[in-house]
């Protein structure tokens, strides 16, 4: 999906539905929403991805042998996105600067999916699961890509290339995960057999 929108993006123009969605999102963007989407913009930076990895990690003791894969799945995404800028080079809606894929959708669909896979794999119970999974998807990716629209600073395709990225390099970091379980009990609690992928 990634590149199929880079490729569609790269002539330079809105995608078909692009304008009439925008204009339809900032049409209904009353001040009030727009202060909401200010406070939920944060929610594609480091101000919060940050210390949100940080209570990742102190709340699931079972992620912390590979902090660094995820750490490493959360910082290639915004550097993926930023080089991808230049290659598709297409302007924001409302300025000349390049703003194809969305850096904050990006980031926020790489930390909501990973938090996804590390709920998993902390084996949370199903109340607590679907807890995590509506605050993600409500918050990272819903609240943080309509964001980006409702002020003014991104397509919305550049917010779905942006989830697609980001989604791709967490999962990116999960297959890996899968793929090579630890030596010690950490597979039994991916719940991985000794190939490496999941069992039944």
């Not at 993006?9 to 995608?15: F, I, Q, R, S, V």
């Not at 980031?107 to 938090?115: C, I, R």
């Not at 605050?135 to 290339?161: C, E, I, K, Q, Y």
């Amino acid at each position: 999906m990634f590149l199929v929108l880079s490729a569609a993006a790269a002539t330079g123009g809105p995608l078909p539905g692009d304008a009439p969605l925008r204009e339809a999102v900032l049409a209904a963007a009353s001040p009030a929403l727009v202060a909401v989407a200010r406070a939920l913009n944060h929610g594609g930076t480091w101000k919060v991805l940050l210390p949100g990895f940080a209570v990742v990690l102190a709340a699931w003791p079972s992620v912390r042998a590979r902090w660094w894969l995820w750490a490493a799945a959360l910082a290639v995404a915004p550097l993926l996105e930023n080089a991808w800028k230049s290659v598709v080079a297409r302007p924001r809606p409302a300025d000349l600067s390049m703003g194809f894929p969305s850096g904050h959708a990006t980031a926020a669909a790489a930390f909501a999916v990973l938090v996804l896979y590390l709920a998993r794999r902390a084996r949370l119970g199903p109340g607590a699961q679907t807890l995590v999974t509506a605050l993600l998807a409500t918050f990272f990716l819903l609240g943080v890509g309509l964001a980006r629209v409702v002020l003014n600073a991104h397509w919305p395709s550049d917010v779905v290339a942006g989830w697609a990225l980001g989604t791709a390099c967490a999962s990116a970091a999960a297959w890996w995960d899968l793929r090579h379980p630890a030596a010690t009990g950490e597979s039994r609690a991916t719940g991985s057999g000794a190939s490496g992928r999941p069992s039944a």
